[in-house]
């Protein structure tokens, strides 16, 4: 092999040098050039291998990402750092199952990872395996007591599965490391509606929102709550603000119709916001949701049936509304 000129070292060095402090930096697209000239006069070189898998990756390149990840297992097969690249490339593509045997393999290198735990956990949530999901973040909560993600994440399991208090306690812990942590917040005013403890879910909101006042989401929950107590200009006022963020937003609409049309049966309110839905959706899919959710709340289980039947009409795969039904058989 040709030994490498002088000239060619000092370019090799600074196309390095000028990689790896845009990495550093987190200009991934601008490093990437960088490396892969530097890659040209240094091929199968390690680190510059590493730095090129991690900044295609960062920038969505993950094919790309893929290659350079294997070709560092080419020279290095216990690699379990590479190993988790292409695992977390695979979820980055939505592959969750592939991506699996990628974390188990860097797990069998290195037991105890919390990378790796924590990339296994998350490729099992997306492939809808909840109870593996939880076992996983169960060890690494062992391992590492602190790990608000992973705390937040099993306190997202239960709060699907609707245990509400063992959710409740895993967002605590995370309040407990962090008091202002918005997803523990989000989480735990959503268990405290589950439980029907509305007045606790508003306190909790409300809090999120005087930590991010543009929230969406939590407006839209608060919304939510003050129209199932028939507060109705509260939950008006609430909308409001989400539609002052986004004009378009289908939760904030259908809920505000819901209020004018059956809370203050104000109809040329209801008809304005029912004309602004049909322009952004005309089958009005998510309105009749909203619609026989509130007819259901309102105990009016005929009328809710309607909604529901109206949205398979539209859409006879929508599973949402056949579920509904089926609980109000």
């Known amino acids: 092999m040709k030994k490498p000129s002088e000239s060619e070292n000092a370019l090799l060095s600074a196309y390095r040098k000028e990689g790896f402090s845009l990495l550093k930096r987190k200009r991934y697209k601008e490093a990437i050039p960088q490396l892969k000239s530097a890659l040209e006069l240094s091929p199968s070189n390690p680190k510059i291998l590493g730095g090129l898998a991690y900044a295609t990756r960062k920038t969505g390149l993950y094919d790309e990402a893929i290659d350079y990840y294997r070709a560092l297992l080419k020279d290095a097969p216990r690699d379990y750092q590479a190993l988790c690249g292409i695992g977390d490339c695979l979820k980055g593509k939505k592959l969750w199952r592939e991506a699996i045997p990628y974390f188990k393999k860097a ?3 290195n037991p105890d990872d919390e990378y790796s735990l924590a990339g296994l956990g998350d490729a099992y949530r997306g492939n809808n395996q909840s109870e593996e999901a939880i076992e996983v973040w169960k060890k690494l909560v062992q391992l590492n007591p602190s790990n608000g993600y992973v705390l937040t994440r099993l306190g997202d ?31 735990l005013g959503d268990c405290y509606r589950g439980k029907e403890r509305n007045d606790q879910a508003i306190d909790v ?18 919304g939510d709550v003050h129209r199932k107590e028939k507060k109705w200009r509260d939950a008006i006022s609430y ?54 959710d509130a007819y259901k709340h309102e105990g009016k289980i005929d009328e809710a049936r309607d909604c529901y039947r109206k949205i398979i009409a539209i859409d006879p ?13």
């Open 107 to 109: 797990l069998e290198i």
């Open 157 to 187: 399991r239960y709060r699907a599965k609707k245990e509400w208090d063992e959710a409740m306690n895993y967002y605590l812990k995370v309040l407990a490391l962090n008091n202002n942590d918005i997803f523990a917040l989000t989480g």
């Open 205 to 222: 909101w409300k809090k999120i929102i005087s930590i991010a006042p543009k929230n969406k989401y939590i407006l839209g929950r608060l």
């Open 239 to 292: 909308y409001e603000r989400v539609l002052a963020i986004d004009d378009k937003d289908l939760y904030a609409l259908t809920g505000l119709y819901c209020s004018y049309f059956l809370g203050l049966s104000e109809m040329a309110k209801a008809k304005e916001i029912e004309n602004r839905l049909a322009k952004i959706e005309p089958s009005q899919k998510t309105l009749l949701m909203k619609l026989g």
């Open 317 to 329: 795969n929508n599973e949402a509304a056949r579920a509904k039904l089926l609980e109000m058989a």
